[in-house]
């Protein structure tokens, strides 16, 4: 299984390093580096890299690559999971996952891992039986450890570990009793020069934070659940109740987690949250570009398109551009070519524009191609695929719980074609 585990950071500087079966020489990422260089942008680099005696198996969050040494072959995905599962559980350890955070608490990190992977099999991956095993640090357990010379670990094997519900510790109790649901979906579209959807899918997930006491058995009913397909869940869910009924039924783990995330792939269901009018220009033989934008509210229901961000790498002869923002402001690297207009909330009545000329360099020839326009946003309260939570009941406990449900819209890779 996993031999080894190896944390590089963006300068390339492995700062830890953790091996269960045998030591493997850091040497083996080399490959690695290769395969960095070669790549355009830093979440290019191949997940999965063959070596003549090892594979190396990576995943890039918070700008640090967890690089997995394999020497038989296994399945990717199980391992690509295991590292997310592990930058999730230092998140939740830590607050953040940095490296300044992993390096503050070093030993925290290796306890963990040790108990995650045994003799490189994932062994406890949960974060509730992670927490009775190994505490989390606070600044008074530090300062303990540090003058005892005591450590996190935990006296007793966690409740959970044998039990059918290992996701869950017994005992749990709350004075206020809450449950929410944050239904968060990402739209990757492409739109050509027409202003036609070329391709369109939202990713989307189900995030939940749950603090019930006692041991309470939930079901969450959607309004369209056929809108939802290639559905992946947390092993909470009872997948014989989905397939009947299309009804959510479990007991949450603890806490936060993720409930199920999903993808919505047929364009007729991705509505698209913005248009875009766009005229870039550039005449042959002259040395001045025309540039001129204006984004607009589409199919957003009446929601407010929030945090717009709008980059552009222009064309390498472009020297610099004097544009006008009738909202927001825009910046542009004259190094980089990047031309980047920080909208905010477009207002429907009045539409934000950017409009100027662009200079460029004398005797240099039209380029060859238009700029792309990526877009950022946000919508809240909307579900852009149109999904809707139809109702969620409680069973075996007695108190009535808080319930709440969010939703949110976010771009992707959204791009707009001139």
Same mark, same amino acid.
């Given at each position: 299984?996993?031999?080894?585990?190896?944390?590089?950071?963006?300068?390339?500087?492995?700062?830890?390093?953790?091996?269960?079966?045998?030591?493997?020489?850091?040497?083996?990422? &080399?490959?690695?580096?290769?395969?960095?260089?070669?790549?355009?942008?830093?979440?290019?680099?191949?997940?999965?890299?063959?070596?003549?005696?090892?594979?190396?198996?990576?995943?890039?969050?918070?700008?640090?690559?967890?690089?997995?040494?394999?020497?038989?072959?296994?399945?990717?995905?199980?391992?690509?999971?295991?590292?997310?599962?592990?930058?999730?559980?230092?998140?939740?350890?830590?607050?953040?996952?940095?490296?300044?955070? +992993?390096?503050? !608490?070093?030993?925290?990190?290796?306890?963990?891992?040790?108990?995650?992977?045994?003799?490189?099999?994932?062994?406890?991956?949960?974060?509730?039986?992670?927490?009775?095993?190994?505490?989390?640090?606070?600044?008074?357990?530090?300062?303990?450890?540090?003058?005892?010379?005591?450590?996190?670990?935990?006296?007793?094997?966690?409740?959970?570990?044998?039990?059918?519900?290992?996701?869950?510790?017994?005992?749990?109790?709350?004075?206020?009793?809450?449950?929410?649901?944050?239904?968060?979906?990402?739209?990757?579209?492409?739109?050509?020069?027409?202003?036609?959807?070329?391709?369109?899918?939202?990713?989307?997930?189900?995030?939940?934070?749950?603090?019930?006491?006692?041991?309470?058995?939930?079901?969450?009913?959607?309004? !369209?659940?056929?809108?939802? &397909?290639?559905?992946?869940?947390?092993?909470?869910?009872?997948?014989?109740?989905?397939?009947?009924?299309?009804?959510?039924?479990?007991?949450?783990? &603890?806490? !936060?987690?993720?409930?199920?995330?999903?993808?919505?792939?047929?364009?007729?269901?991705?509505?698209?949250?913005?248009?875009?009018?766009?005229?870039?220009?550039?005449?042959?033989?002259?040395?001045?570009?025309?540039?001129?934008?204006?984004?607009?509210?589409?199919?957003?229901?009446?929601?407010?398109?929030?945090?717009?961000?709008?980059?552009?790498?222009?064309?390498?002869?472009?020297?610099?551009?004097?544009?006008?923002?009738?909202?927001?402001?825009?910046?542009?690297?004259?190094?980089?070519?990047?031309?980047?207009?920080?909208?905010?909330? +477009?207002?429907?009545?009045?539409?934000?524009?950017?409009?100027?000329?662009?200079?460029?360099?004398?005797?240099?020839?039209?380029?060859?191609?238009?700029?792309?326009?990526?877009?950022?946003?946000?919508?809240?309260?909307?579900? +852009?695929?149109?999904?809707?939570?139809?109702?969620?009941?409680?069973?075996?406990?007695?108190?009535?719980?808080?319930?709440?449900?969010?939703?949110?819209?976010?771009?992707?890779?959204?791009?707009?074609?001139?």
């Amino acid at each position: 299984m996993i031999h080894s585990l190896f944390l590089i950071n963006a300068s390339g500087d492995i700062f830890l390093e953790k091996h269960w079966k045998s030591v493997v020489s850091r040497s083996v990422c &080399d490959y690695f580096f290769e395969a960095q260089e070669r790549a355009s942008e830093p979440e290019n680099v191949p997940p999965v890299i063959p070596t003549p005696h090892h594979y190396l198996i990576s995943v890039l969050r918070h700008r640090i690559y967890f690089v997995a040494v394999i020497q038989s072959e296994v399945p990717p995905l199980f391992v690509i999971e295991f590292l997310h599962r592990v930058v999730d559980t230092f998140q939740d350890y830590f607050g953040v996952c940095t490296e300044a955070a +992993i390096k503050d !608490n070093v030993v925290v990190v290796y306890e963990l891992l040790e108990e995650m992977l045994d003799n490189g099999f994932p062994l406890a991956t949960e974060s509730n039986i992670l927490k009775e095993l190994i505490k989390p640090p606070t600044i008074l357990r530090t300062m303990v450890n540090t003058i005892t010379g005591s450590t996190n670990v935990g006296e007793q094997l966690p409740t959970g570990q044998l039990s059918v519900v290992p996701w869950r510790r017994t005992g749990v109790k709350y004075t206020n009793n809450e449950a929410y649901f944050d239904v968060v979906e990402e739209i990757d579209a492409i739109i050509d020069k027409s202003g036609s959807t070329i391709t369109a899918e939202i990713q989307g997930v189900i995030d939940a934070c749950v603090k019930l006491t006692g041991m309470p058995d939930l079901t969450l009913s959607f309004m !369209n659940p056929r809108l939802l &397909d290639d559905v992946s869940f947390h092993p909470c869910v009872r997948f014989k109740r989905w397939e009947a009924e299309r009804i959510l039924s479990f007991i949450p783990p &603890d806490g !936060n987690f993720r409930l199920l995330s999903y993808h919505v792939s047929s364009q007729n269901l991705v509505a698209i949250p913005v248009y875009v009018k766009h005229n870039i220009t550039f005449r042959e033989g002259s040395s001045q570009g025309r540039f001129d934008l204006t984004l607009g509210p589409k199919q957003t229901m009446g929601k407010a398109v929030e945090a717009v961000l709008v980059s552009s790498q222009l064309p390498r002869g472009v020297l610099n551009a004097n544009l006008n923002a009738s909202q927001g402001t825009y910046t542009f690297d004259p190094v980089t070519k990047m031309l980047t207009w920080d909208v905010g909330k +477009i207002n429907p009545q009045k539409l934000p524009s950017l409009k100027g000329s662009m200079n460029l360099q004398a005797g240099a020839s039209k380029p060859d191609e238009n700029p792309t326009i990526n877009i950022q946003l946000k919508i809240q309260q909307m579900a +852009i695929s149109g999904l809707k939570v139809n109702r969620l009941d409680m069973y075996g406990e007695k108190y009535k719980p808080f319930k709440g449900i969010k939703y949110m819209t976010k771009a992707g890779k959204f791009q707009v074609r001139t």
